[in-house]
């Protein structure tokens, strides 16, 4: 981008009524993100009503600054208490209560916020760099490339939402299926429609994404209440929650910078996002210590590493799904939908049309991530009052959000319905360990699946090998085919290995 684009960009973030919204947001996300149980994701898609009245680049900010905030005030908890405010906390929720046990509560959370931030920032400079590069080279994509990047999203986020490659292919089946309602894409039939008026438009998005992340984040809470443990009754006020988190970052400064760069490239990939960085990074982090058997019994290094990793992989999710309107994770993937909303198509040609939006967009990740210090430092030092909220006054208040949000697209008591539906089938998957995530990418990326290959196959001919005619695109389709295919070799070869010890057994 040219430095007049940014300056532009620039000034549309700095205007009063966006920082104010970043900073609106950012408390809000700190408070939801501090309440264990209560996700990012849930925190977003309780926002989806309110960006109805923004600008873009007001909605866009207020989700970003939301869940930056939210990921990293996950930590808290799982200092003060041992439970993990969000997925990614849970990562290396165990070093951060020894931690907390050692006396160095203050330097847990100092951590978690400080290198959060610096991530945030490595991961925005990422997308500022990257997502103009891969535009450019994105306009030159065809149906068949789109294709195959939106199947390769899709899988990957069904192979690597849980430890069970068959239970998020079924859940992202599901949402495959989920998409297919409403009229054809090319003749105009309604299609699974069971004669419901409501349902001609298709299953709407944001009820579901209501649902499937706010209702059954309250019913999974309800079910687990008495669970969780009792707030601590008193906490001290630090004068300095921030003392060590400079000497801990010269003791292990390529912790920092291996946790960014991973959190960063684990968070491009479409369907993947931070949650998974965080793991991988503090795995790592172990892995490559020269001290490994300090890891667990309250050790800084992997706490740098994998917070670092949050909000770089974060930002960098933004990556495909700006350039290529596939969704990096569910957050953005609720973004996507927002963006549609305001008459704005995700993809190459956004970068042309509006770069002076995009590049504020991409700038608001810098002020929001930039805002997570000072505001964190007084979330740190109201960490107690936070987690002190009793969730009889939690709870009923979502619930009226669910359902105010939901009534509120179509002015329906039907999407009120699909919300709630949605909720209590995400729940029941959860309670059976099937993932969410699948579910929603496929629901967002299905017509976008359905479209290209329908046009594909048009220019084709009704050709398959049509997919593989275009350099890109047989690159592309060998890769997706071996995902496909890697699992099934696998356990043929696991079966094949196993005869012949058998075979020499006998």
Not at 38 to 64: G, K
Not at 199 to 215: D, E, K
Request: hydrophobic residues 55%; neutral net charge.
């Amino acid at each position: 981008m040219s430095s007049d684009i940014l300056l532009d960009g620039l000034a549309i973030v700095l205007q009063p009524h966006v920082l104010g919204i970043i900073l609106l947001s950012a408390i809000y996300g700190l408070f939801v993100g501090a309440i264990p149980g209560l996700s990012a994701t849930m925190a977003t898609a309780l926002l989806i009503p309110l960006t109805f009245y923004m600008d873009p680049v007001s909605a866009i900010a207020a989700i970003v600054a939301t869940t930056a905030m939210a990921i990293t005030a996950g930590d808290l908890p799982g200092v003060l208490l041992r439970i993990p405010g969000t997925p990614a906390s849970a990562a290396y929720v165990e070093e951060a209560y020894a931690l907390n046990l050692k006396g160095k509560a203050q330097l847990a959370m100092g951590i978690g916020i400080v290198f959060s931030a610096a991530g945030g920032l490595f991961g925005a400079i990422v997308l500022l760099v990257s997502a103009p590069l891969l535009a450019r080279a994105a306009l030159s994509f065809s149906s068949f490339e789109f294709f195959w990047l939106a199947l390769l999203g899709l899988l990957t986020s069904a192979l690597v939402s849980t430890d069970s490659p068959a239970r998020g292919l079924f859940s992202l089946c599901l949402g495959l299926l989920i998409s297919t309602v409403g009229l054809d894409v090319t003749s105009g039939q309604p299609r699974f429609t069971f004669g419901v008026i409501e349902l001609y438009g298709g299953v709407s998005f944001i009820p579901t994404m209501i649902g499937m992340f706010a209702f059954a984040e309250l019913l999974r809470g309800l079910s687990a209440a008495g669970k969780v443990p009792p707030v601590p009754e008193r906490q001290t006020f630090w004068s300095n929650p921030f003392a060590g988190v400079w000497r801990a970052f010269k003791s292990y400064p390529l912790s920092f910078f291996r946790g960014s760069a991973l959190g960063a490239s684990i968070g491009a990939l479409p369907g993947v996002g931070g949650d998974l960085a965080a793991w991988i990074a503090y795995g790592m982090s172990k892995r490559f210590s020269k001290t490994p058997e300090k890891f667990g019994t309250g050790h800084e290094e992997g706490l740098i590493e994998a917070s670092s990793s949050n909000n770089a992989g974060l930002s960098s999710a933004w990556v495909p799904a700006l350039v290529f309107g596939i969704p990096g994770d569910a957050v953005t993937a609720i973004a996507i939908g927002v963006l549609f909303m305001k008459g704005l198509n995700p993809g190459p040609q956004l970068f042309v049309d509006n770069p002076t939006m995009l590049a504020a967009v991409i700038l608001t990740f810098a002020v929001a991530n930039l805002l997570l210090v000072p505001i964190g430092y007084f979330a740190i030092k109201g960490a107690h009052y936070v987690l002190s909220v009793p969730r009889g006054l939690v709870v009923p208040s979502i619930l009226v959000f669910c359902v105010v949000g939901s009534f509120a697209i179509n002015n329906t008591a039907f999407d009120v319905g699909t919300m709630l539906a949605a909720g209590l089938v995400a729940y029941l998957m959860e309670s059976n360990r099937f993932p969410i995530a699948p579910v929603i990418l496929g629901l967002v990326l299905g017509p976008i699946l359905e479209r290209n290959f329908i046009m594909s196959m048009q220019i084709a001919d009704g050709s398959l090998l049509g997919f593989f005619s275009r350099p890109l695109a047989a690159v592309l389709g060998v890769v997706v085919c071996g995902i496909v295919l890697m699992p099934l070799l696998r356990g043929i070869l696991r079966r094949t290995r196993k005869r012949a010890a058998d075979a020499r057994a006998a």
